[in-house]
């Protein structure tokens, strides 16, 4: 599904990423810990094509996706790629199921299509009756799963979720670490997942560590 050869990323004279190797199956749950500064989400933004590496190849769904050009790139990463952040980054001023279907909307998908996605998605996650309420009528769990509903409307390769859970409380994150095993087994979806939770880390089917920009 994805893989990364020698993936180096420098600021100035800091080097962040030293020559990541990393590649991920379908269906499969992996998890990078490792302390603060250490490279783990300068690493997730380069997967996740939100920025480019200095050196380095990356393939999703055996497509070389740093040779593409800024617009086609766009395209993918709308197409093939979810994200989950610390941070729901929801729209305050839509309702749950307009900012689901945000990406659709922006893929140009059938607007009728996009919708009856979201609302799939909604029911799914336990939340149909909170389709049109706003995101400051809802708890932060129910927002993070709004979330995490927009990261699949496209129907993604992978998801790359950075930190998911660490604006939850325990009952919330125990919720959302359920959801994201429960996804991998109804939709064989793919997850990389940046956390300092060794709970979660430990659940997943493989828990790499970063250290000094490289995985070991």
């Not at 749950?96 to 279907?101: P, R, Y």
């Amino acid at each position: 599904m994805l893989q990364a050869t020698n993936i180096r990323k420098s600021y100035g004279d800091l080097a962040v990423l030293r020559g990541v190797d990393l590649s991920v199956q379908s269906a499969e749950v992996v998890s990078i810990v490792g302390k603060s500064g250490a490279g783990k989400s300068t690493l997730l933004h380069i997967l996740g094509t939100l920025d480019r590496p200095d050196a380095g190849r990356l393939t999703i769904g055996g497509e070389d996706v740093f040779e593409m050009g800024n617009k086609r790139l766009a395209a993918f990463r709308n197409e093939r790629i979810g994200f989950v952040f610390q941070f729901h980054h929801l729209l305050p001023e839509f309702t749950a199921l307009e900012n689901v279907c945000i990406p659709g909307y922006i893929g140009k998908r059938d607007q009728q299509a996009t919708e009856r996605r979201g609302m799939e998605l909604l029911q799914y996650l336990g939340l149909a009756n909170r389709a049109s309420h706003k995101p400051g009528q809802m708890s932060g769990g129910e927002q993070q799963r709004v979330a995490v509903a927009r990261a699949l409307i496209n129907e993604p390769a992978i998801v790359f979720a950075d930190e998911p859970s660490g604006n939850l409380d325990s009952a919330s994150s125990q919720e959302l670490h359920d959801l994201l095993f429960r996804l991998r087994a109804d939709f064989s979806q793919s997850f990389i997942i940046v956390t300092h939770n060794e709970e979660l880390a430990e659940m997943s089917d493989r828990r790499l560590e970063m250290c000094d920009g490289i995985l070991v």
